[in-house]
């Protein structure tokens, strides 16, 4: 073991990244097919649900793990990794670390994953803008990990995954009916500030900062920072269309619209 280890750690870091992408992405798989007999078994009400439920359950399961860590180990990229926070070149686009690449590895593999398994079961967890979304992030994604360059902007871009577990546990919540709890509310003006912060803010900053280096970002190669910045623009479009519809379903949820109507319908 300490010899794999060893032969690991003297890889490059894009070798690294790679390696991991491929070993996290049956990490992720194993997960995804590996929940359903414990939760079956220790869990009861996901063994009263329908087959279908229970697989978009696992996949949602595997969804809130994956943007737990993903989210972690990008924090500390951009944050408290002296490669990003100091970089000894002076340029960020070239700046890559093993943190860095952990986190995107983590990411693209479970887009990889989750990709697949979509189009696996396209029947009821199929979702053209989740396609959208993912293939639009696995190309820059695997480009800028083989080149070790933008590592730092695939860390800002999977802070995006701070709202994902709220958007889960709607689902969650919604499916054991638990929609008319306090429980419920709270997660879905959660969920609203989180995708205002973490998407529809937060994504504005990442173009600003594109335009403001450019001329360093600029010094990578087209196929990298031209995918990248498209990936960042359709991103944006994405969560503000998704924005769109979760204030909307929280204002009628608050009462704030749709009351009027729905009260005279019960009137009839």
Request: glycine share 6%; aromatic share 16%; hydrophobic share 50%.
């Amino acid at each position: 073991m300490e010899t794999y280890l060893a032969q690991f750690n003297a890889l490059p870091f894009s070798h690294q990244g790679l390696t991991m992408t491929g070993v996290f992405t049956v990490v992720w798989t194993v997960l995804f097919f590996g929940l359903h007999p414990i939760q079956k078994l220790l869990c009861r009400p996901y063994a009263k649900l329908k087959w279908r439920d229970q697989v978009e359950w696992n996949s949602r399961v595997v969804s809130t793990i994956h943007a737990l860590a993903a989210v972690a180990a990008a924090l500390y990229t951009i944050w408290f990794d002296e490669t990003f926070t100091n970089p000894p070149s002076g340029n960020l686009a070239f700046a890559s670390s093993f943190p860095g690449v952990l986190a995107a590895s983590l990411t693209l593999s479970y887009w990889i994953y989750d990709l697949a398994t979509t189009l696996y079961f396209w029947s009821f967890l199929g979702d053209k803008l989740m396609l959208i979304h993912h293939l639009v992030g696995i190309l820059p994604f695997t480009l800028g990990m083989y080149r070790s360059e933008l590592i730092m902007y695939a860390s800002m871009i999977i802070l995006t995954e701070i709202s994902t577990p709220f958007v889960n546990n709607r689902w969650f919540f919604a499916t054991l009916g638990w929609a008319s709890s306090q429980m419920y509310v709270i997660n879905g003006v959660a969920m609203w500030a989180s995708f205002l912060c973490a998407r529809i803010l937060w994504v504005p900053y990442m173009l600003v900062d594109f335009w403001s280096n450019r001329v360093a970002v600029q010094q990578t190669l087209k196929v990298v920072w031209i995918p990248t910045i498209f990936g960042t623009v359709v991103t944006l479009l994405l969560s503000s269309w998704w924005f769109y519809l979760i204030t909307k379903g929280m204002l009628k949820a608050v009462g704030l619209i749709g009351g009027s109507s729905d009260k005279k319908k019960k009137a009839n």
